[in-house]
């Protein structure tokens, strides 16, 4: 299998951020480019302990991210190769890119969560 942003789809494409994205098995694979500063914490709001849950692997391909856990915090920059452990959320510097691969499953149980908290910041 392979990708880029001409062969995967554009499935986001908002002022925020853009991501191509699609699974290749078990595996969800997203290519990502953050356009604004990007805090996601308020959207994870109801997962356990309000952070994403699910595993990431990747590589930032440009920019900065700050990863926040609960008892520490870990910048990555441009180059950087990453393991985010269940129990984070980020806050990424606009202009970042970033490739990531992620367990399908467990990333559903996130995107839902987003999903829900999304509709009700633009109903409520």
């Given amino acids: 299998m392979r990708g880029s942003k001409n062969d995967l789809p554009k499935t986001v494409d908002e002022q925020e951020l ?3 994205e699609t699974d290749w098995g078990d595996i969800h694979v997203s290519l990502i480019t953050c356009h604004e500063e990007l805090d996601i914490s308020p959207v994870l709001r109801g997962l356990p302990e ?4 699910c595993p990431h692997w990747g ?3 440009k920019g ?4 926040r856990y609960k008892d520490r915090e870990e910048v990555l920059t441009g180059g950087d190769a990453y393991y985010m452990e269940p129990g984070h959320t980020t806050l ?3 202009g970042t890119e970033w490739l990531e691969f992620s367990p399908s499953d ?3 149980k996130t995107n839902d969560a987003v999903a829900r ?3 009700a910041m633009n109903h409520g």
């Fill in 59 to 61: 590589m930032i391909l």
């Fill in 50 to 53: 309000d952070m994403c849950q």
């Fill in 92 to 94: 990424t510097d606009a």
């Fill in 18 to 20: 853009t991501i191509w």
């Fill in 117 to 119: 908290n999304l509709r």
């Fill in 64 to 67: 900065r991210k700050l990863v």
């Fill in 106 to 108: 467990e990333l559903k």
